[in-house]
Nanobody
Framework: QVQLVESGGGLVQPGGSLRLSCAAS????????MGWYRQAPGKQRELVAV???????NYADSVKGRFTISVDNAKNMVYLQMDSLKPEDTAVYYC?????????WGQGTQVTVSS
């Protein structure tokens, strides 16, 4: 059973930065896509950033230029660097991995942007 464990969330002031981490229990080479999603209260879960095994990274328009997704293949880690955070970035952030036999989600980490 694939396990994804997120960490790095917390409370940050507007304009601040956070780096989220996602630890995968298997080699991330086994997945077609690694990504980050978020869900704010009362809203649907939405894509934040994805990193296909092949192809270009893709970002939601609302985070372009502020967030960066990266991977460390040797450590089976996926990161989301979040800069210039805004109150509207407040949400639970989820790591997702997908391959032919299914999608896998982490438990989520809370990010709160508030003064």
């Amino acid at each position: 059973q694939v396990q994804l464990v997120e960490s790095g969330g917390g409370l940050v002031q507007p304009g601040g930065s956070l780096r989220l981490s996602c630890a995968a229990s298997e080699s991330i080479f086994s997945f077609n896509t690694m990504g980050w999603y978020r869900q704010a209260p009362g809203k649907q879960r939405e894509l934040v950033a994805v990193r296909p095994r092949w192809g270009s990274r893709n970002y939601a328009d609302s985070v372009k230029g502020r967030f960066t997704i990266s991977v460390d293949n040797a450590k089976n880690m996926v990161y989301l660097q979040m800069d210039s955070l805004k109150p509207e970035d407040t949400a639970v952030y989820y790591c997702k991995a997908d391959r032919a036999n299914g999608d896998y989600w982490g438990q989520g980490t809370q990010v709160t942007v508030s003064s």
